[in-house]
């Protein structure tokens, strides 16, 4: 990695929490090699007492702890928390991650994780969430059943409405495209459409018959 990134990120700090101390130690090497500052957590009591001292610029934490677990925290954190949200899952703790996602956990990790891959996911989340704050809004105007849709649904939208692949989505949103599956599912069922070609009539009827 170049010198100026990682000055640029040693400003940034992660808050990892897990049980497994083999786990804590793999992530917190892998985000401190790469620039970042990380201070990690057994179980999710701590991790909440530190963010209320410090707010960190991202949380990793395990789906599964003793106490309190991963969604417990995030519940915990609310819906105000900004810094996005990783939740570590085993293969068979995917539809509880998929749970988090849809009560605000920004995306998931699945282990066995790749370390390349699990800064990269990273990265592209603090970079989307550094677009979605320098933003002037959505480009998207006022649609039957708007009101029904998260903010994260309404960015995920707009990539969908614009054409975007789950791929490119994800890339742009700094989430996985299993993810963008999840929010796109989400929606369509709120809005009561049957694929994706109804989702871009529903956001754009009004458009056209204005």
Known sequence: MANGQAAAESDLQIFIADDDGAVRDALAMIFEL??????????GSSLLQAVAATRPDCIIIDVHMPGRSGLDVLQELGPGFTAPIFMISGQGDIPMAVEAI???????????FDADTVVSRVR?????RNRAASDNGSALHAFPGEDQLTPREREVLEQIAQGASNKEAGRHLGISPRT?????????????????ADLVRIVYSDQRRG
């Open 102 to 112: 849809k009560k605000g956990a920004h995306d998931f990790i699945e282990k066995p």
């Open 34 to 43: 790469d620039g970042f500052r990380v201070k990690t957590f057994p179980e």
């Open 124 to 128: 592209d989340a603090l970079a989307a």
């Open 180 to 196: 963008i599956e999840v929010h796109r599912a989400r929606i369509m069922e709120k809005l009561g459409a049957r694929n994706t």
